[in-house]
């Protein structure tokens, strides 16, 4: 099975909502106008009922199907609709019209993609359960898909199973890449405040340099990873922030670190957390500084549930072609609150080919408008198969 016909018709339309959602670009919960562009568009669709406000301002919409031979099962489906505090740096016709802010991780590619399959799907109804649209905010940093959880979405919507989409640039466009287990990384940010003795440049001597002893715990930090953790498990220590001084002739007395640890396993996780806390304390004490290190927990590991993976993957082959289809894909050390959603449900994440287009979170990046027809049709076609009488 191809890519769906009525979504070929819909392309343009679908594109066309893409194009306004990504000109108007919103961060974290305060997705408003996003929120409720969607909720108008579900209503109109017909949807069998259209809840905003779960997870502070996701949108819920309900479609039930009314093929012969009816199951009381429930399939989810949902896409992000946070933007980037990013500079946008593309002219397009529909760029950013807002100043610092873009959508550069293409969640406007996939909320109209799941509006173009809420529209066909709330059309046709060709399938015998009930599919749950899920439209979250907050997925770039604010754990929108856990208040959703919390807020007892899984519960009130009484669903079984939960799948989620992401495109990938460098990936074929409208391939598809998907593997079972850990697929995305848990993120832990960490910080490290240094304290130290700061004085005159002239006379290191008689204070105690933060500045050296924090390039001495970065140096320190990028051994865990080399030296602690087995070769063939994966984790990442960087540090994206060093904050000390303000004058070329004064040392300072403070200094900040920050960055993030992370890792697929959770053996590896609370590795990473404890010789970090032994690298920082220990090198703090070598110099005579003091030094505090908090990390906090983010997002868990992306874990993809056996069964739906291999459904999910058949579901793509059939609209791309089993040879487009990457069942054995290596896993992206990148985070993702959709790892709540498979906490509370099985279900699995999939990834389609944006193409060769800038990366995300890129200024430059952009959702590719071709991708549409196979995203959406992959929507469809999960529901219409796992639901299929």
Not at 87 to 109: F, I, R, W
Not at 254 to 272: D, F
Not at 290 to 300: D, I
Request: aromatic share 6%.
């Amino acid at each position: 099975m191809p890519i769906v016909n009525r979504v070929a018709d819909l392309h343009g339309e679908i594109a066309a909502w893409r194009h306004d959602i990504h000109a108007h670009p919103e961060l974290l919960y305060d997705v408003h106008r996003t929120a409720a562009t969607v909720a108008a568009q579900l209503n109109a669709f017909g949807c069998d009922e259209v809840v905003p406000g779960i997870g502070r301002t996701g949108v819920v919409g309900v479609i039930k199907g009314n093929r012969p031979g009816g199951t009381s099962k429930v399939i989810a489906l949902r896409a992000d609709m946070d933007a980037l505090p990013i500079q946008e740096a593309n002219d397009l016709p529909y760029k950013s019209t807002v100043p610092g802010k873009m959508h550069a991780c293409g969640h406007d590619g996939h909320t109209a993609m799941l509006l173009g399959a809420a529209k066909y799907l709330a059309e046709t109804r060709n399938f015998a359960g009930t599919a749950v649209v899920i439209f979250q905010p907050a997925e770039e940093g604010g754990a929108g898909g856990r208040a959703m959880v919390q807020d007892g979405m899984m519960e009130r919507f009484a669903i079984n199973e939960v799948y989620g989409m992401h495109n990938f640039p460098g990936l074929p466009l409208g391939a598809f890449s998907i593997r079972s287990g850990p697929v995305m990384a848990a993120t832990d940010n960490l910080t490290v405040e240094i304290e130290g003795v700061g004085g005159h440049a002239a006379r290191p001597h008689i204070a105690i340099d933060p500045i050296l002893v924090g390039a001495q715990i970065v140096s320190g930090l990028q051994s865990i990873v080399s030296r602690n953790v087995d070769p063939v498990e994966a984790a990442v220590v960087s540090i994206c922030t060093f904050q000390a001084g303000n004058a070329d002739n004064v040392i300072p007395q403070t200094a900040l670190l920050r960055g993030t640890a992370r890792s697929l396993k959770p053996q590896v996780r609370e590795l990473l957390r404890k010789r970090i806390a032994e690298v920082v304390e220990g090198t703090a004490r070598l110099y005579g500084a003091k030094a505090n290190f908090t990390l906090r927990r983010g997002y868990p590991v992306l874990s993809n549930h056996e069964r739906e993976t291999a459904f999910a993957a058949a579901v793509a082959g059939d609209v791309a072609g089993a040879d487009r289809v990457d069942t054995d894909m290596a896993p992206v050390m990148g985070g993702e609150d959709f790892s709540y959603m498979l906490e509370a449900r099985p279900g699995a994440f999939i990834f389609v080919g944006n193409g060769d287009s800038p990366g995300l979170h890129h200024p430059r990046y952009n959702f590719n408008d071709d991708v549409i027809p196979y995203g959406t049709s992959y929507w469809v076609r999960l529901v219409e198969t796992a639901m299929a009488a």
